[in-house]
């Protein structure tokens, strides 16, 4: 490599000066910062940096409470990218576009997979530190975030009594709208039956609120599935990849009841919620449960 190879890369992980773009006579054809407010740099101003960093206001003197704001606001960010990922695999299996589909899934496992490690960070927390700046917490609970749960409803956890602890908020309307959608599975199954392996749905006009189609029939399809591996290859392949999202949520939501019994114990959670003994509960949920029970019968 030339050194005028290595001088930069562009990348700003890895402190080299970006290199800038030239005309055909050598000189430099916009400068980094063109478009940007005074005083930003063109990274800056892309991706709202400066507004990013200005979202952190802690409201005690604990040195750990930083980080857990930071953390916590990361885990969102992760919850809005898997959205998106998943809603664009949703409807690239509206589309009988299964390839693209397998390869967005692709993406979000490695989205989850960053998820699932968000938790060291807290799991680091002693009981001591944590009780630093609990209290400044007040209703605060995760149990709230709208990202989460509208994230449980794309994957077809519905239930329309988890839409009330958001109502008068914000972001109400969008967690309502994601309850009436079809989710990730749905769209599934809707392959399935296209695939003529599941019988078409007796209610092609069924709310989209509702859980989404179970039971027998939906086992057997999934059984065809992995019986034949080779005749279906594209949908064992679907299988696998949805089973991967379903294997990585189950280990998220174990992390999070082990994280919460390191710093509270048996404690009330945030916000007067049950803390440990509903993160116990709802640990043991599984999405795409056929793909699971289905295991029982190979």
């Known amino acids: ?7 930069g890369t562009g990348c700003p992980f890895t402190g080299g000066a970006p290199a800038q773009p030239r005309d055909p006579v050598g000189a430099p054809a916009v400068q980094p910062s063109e478009g940007s407010p005074p005083g930003t740099t ?34 969102e960010l992760l919850f809005k990218l898997l959205h998106t990922e998943f809603s664009t695999a949703r409807d690239q299996l509206r589309k009988d576009q299964l390839d693209d589909a ?42 709230q975030s709208a990202g989460y749960r509208r994230l449980e409803f794309l994957l077809g956890n ?9 109502r008068g ?10 309850l009436h959608e079809p989710s990730l599975y749905d769209e599934a199954l809707a392959l399935l039956a ?12 069924r709310d989209a609120a509702r859980p989404y ?22 949908l064992h392949l679907l ?32 916000g007067g919620t049950d803390g440990v003994s509903w993160l116990a509960r709802i640990s043991e949920h599984r999405f795409f449960p056929e793909l699971w029970s289905v295991r029982s019968a190979l």
């Open 169 to 178: 908020s914000v972001t109400y309307h969008e967690v309502l709208n994601q």
């Open 1 to 7: 490599m030339t050194t005028e190879q290595s001088a």
């Open 42 to 75: 063109a990274y800056a101003h892309y991706a709202r940096m400066d507004s990013l960093l200005e979202l952190q206001h802690p409201l005690s003197a604990a040195d750990t409470e930083p980080g857990f704001i930071i953390m916590s606001q990361v885990k």
């Open 213 to 234: 189609r179970a039971g027998e029939e939906v086992e057997a399809a999934w059984r065809a599935v992995y019986r034949d591996p080779v005749r279906h290859r594209d």
């Open 102 to 143: 397998l390869w967005t899934l692709r993406r979000s496992a490695r989205v989850q997979q960053v998820l699932l490690v968000s938790w060291e960070t807290f799991s680091v927390l002693s009981p001591v530190e944590f009780a630093e700046f609990r209290d400044v917490l007040g209703s605060a609970s995760g149990f």
């Open 239 to 270: 299988a696998e990849a949805l089973m991967d999202t379903a294997d990585q949520f189950a280990r998220w939501r174990y992390t999070h009841l082990v994280t919460v019994q390191r710093m509270l114990g048996a404690k009330p959670g945030t």
């Open 194 to 205: 296209r695939r003529g392996l599941l019988p078409e749905d007796e209610d092609p006009a």
């Open 158 to 166: 519905k239930n329309p009594g988890m839409v009330e602890p958001h």
